[in-house]
């Protein structure tokens, strides 16, 4: 699958390789490094802005209250809130940088649906056989099964899903917990599912 970055993110990251997309994604957003994606042709969807949205906010509002704290405790503690308080505002700003960089990949040869850091599904061009608007609520955020319907998976940060992409032949997904499926459908998020449905068949009119 050509064009894809090198900071790919598995199936199923492990803990500790979601502090380093995190950490490389904020660095790289920072810096603002052009994404490897863009070369080649490839075609970029971005998601989850309703997550980043919520994200930044929460982060600003604990940059506030970390303010507000910090003026009110002994001098010689301060250190050691300000060290408390900039771990979860990283994160925040971690998972908003990772989202932002790692967005949809459509190729010529390939599809990558993607979360950010929780995970992200590849499929070959030709196993893509239709996408369709829906809009659906499934619980949870990354890689999950979707309640009711066999053989289908999401993966999105949040809860709302925009687009619905049919498979044949189904792509094996890692699940975790819930173990290897073979996915025939696959629902996720998109700033723009016009696009990503302009993208996946030309034909459509969206």
Do not use: K
Request: glycine share 8%; with cysteine.
């Amino acid at each position: 699958m050509s064009g894809l970055s090198e900071e790919r993110v598995p199936l199923r990251p492990s803990g500790s390789r979601i502090v380093r997309i995190l950490a490389r994604s904020l660095a790289g957003w920072i810096r603002r490094r052009p994404l490897e994606e863009a070369r080649g042709g490839n075609q970029l969807v971005a998601h989850s802005s309703e997550v980043r949205q919520l994200l930044v906010i929460l982060a600003g509002m604990e940059i506030i209250l970390a303010f507000f704290v910090s003026a009110m405790i002994p001098p010689v503690l301060r250190p050691f809130h300000v060290a408390f308080e900039v771990l979860p505002v990283l994160t925040a700003f971690g998972a908003v940088a990772a989202m932002v960089r790692h967005p949809h990949v459509v190729s010529s040869s390939s599809v990558v649906l993607r979360t950010g850091f929780s995970g992200e599904v590849a499929v070959p061009r030709t196993s893509v056989r239709s996408a369709t608007r829906t809009m659906q609520t499934i619980e949870g955020r990354g890689l999950r099964p979707v309640p009711g319907e066999a053989g289908a998976v999401a993966c999105s940060n949040g809860s709302m899903v925009g687009v619905r992409i049919h498979l044949d032949p189904p792509t094996a997904v890692d699940l975790g917990e819930a173990g290897v499926v073979q996915a025939s459908a696959v629902y996720v998020s998109a700033d723009d599912p016009g696009a990503l449905l302009r993208l996946i068949d030309p034909s459509q009119r969206v």
